[in-house]
């Protein structure tokens, strides 16, 4: 069974830092693109950032280029999420999400709640 | 950045009634190489990780019951349920994958009339 844990979120002053993982089992990890997605309360889906199954490629939202880093250890089944710089509008529920062999992503994780406030 | 616009916002449809649900992108997402169109739809009911539904506009995942349908080519999409379940409450995205930065619809809401 495909699975996906989030793990890291929590309450962080805004400026502050948050490195979010995602641990996944039952599936091949280094064959897969991965993603990060996020949501923030009451609103719509918003993705963040992709990394190819060998860290080839990567890309980031606007939003967050220059503060947020994706990255993976393939090794390890992991997938991070290292964020830097947090704003208030950076509060959500963090989802990491495997690419399917449709290309956009099919399995997700129940995610890990951010909240960026003083 | 391609823009997605579903319409509408919110829906209410009778049990046993089709829902349909529409997405227009601000570009194409097909890819003429391989004539496939980049669009994907999700079902989010609250509380939950959203669920991929379709894919390539038109591809049932394994699972999806067959009242759930996709269409569309090039700019213009639509799912349809056929006939509408109590357990298809929730909120539905469309989402383009042809380039990045990715980008999702704002969500309709489906609900029971």
């Known amino acids: 069974e495909v699975q996906l844990v989030e793990s890291g979120g929590g309450l962080v002053q805004p400026g502050g830092s948050l490195r979010l993982s995602c641990a996944a089992s039952?599936?091949?990890?280094?064959?897969?693109?991965m993603n990060w997605v996020r949501q923030a309360p009451g609103k719509g889906l918003e993705w963040l950032s992709y990394?190819?199954?060998?860290?080839?490629?990567?890309y980031y939202a606007d939003s967050v280029k220059g503060r947020f880093t994706i990255s993976r250890d393939n090794a390890k089944n992991s997938l991070y999420l290292q964020m830097n710089s947090l704003r208030a509008e950076d509060t959500a529920v963090y989802y990491c999400a495997r690419d399917s062999y449709g290309d956009c992503p099919d399995y997700w994780g129940q995610g890990t709640l951010v909240t960026v406030s003083s | 950045d391609i823009v997605m616009t579903q319409s509408p916002d919110s829906l209410a449809v009778s049990l046993g009634e089709r829902a349909t649900i529409n997405c227009k992108s601000s570009?194409?997402?097909?890819?003429?190489?391989?004539?496939?169109?980049?669009l994907a739809w999700y079902q989010q009911k609250p509380g939950q990780p959203p669920r991929l539904l379709i894919y390539?506009?038109?591809t049932r995942e394994p699972g999806v019951p067959d009242r759930f349908s996709g269409s569309g080519s090039g700019t213009d999409f639509t799912l349809t349920i056929s006939s509408l379940q109590a357990e298809d409450v929730a909120v539905y995205y469309c989402?383009?994958?042809?380039?990045?930065?990715?980008?999702f619809g704002q969500g309709t809401k489906l609900e029971i009339k």
């Open positions: 989402h383009q994958y042809y380039i990045t930065p990715r980008t």
């Open positions: 990394i190819r199954s060998t860290s080839s490629s990567i």
């Open positions: 570009q194409s997402v097909l890819y003429t190489y391989n004539n496939k169109n980049y």
């Open positions: 390539w506009a038109s």
């Open positions: 039952g599936f091949i990890f280094s064959n897969y693109s």
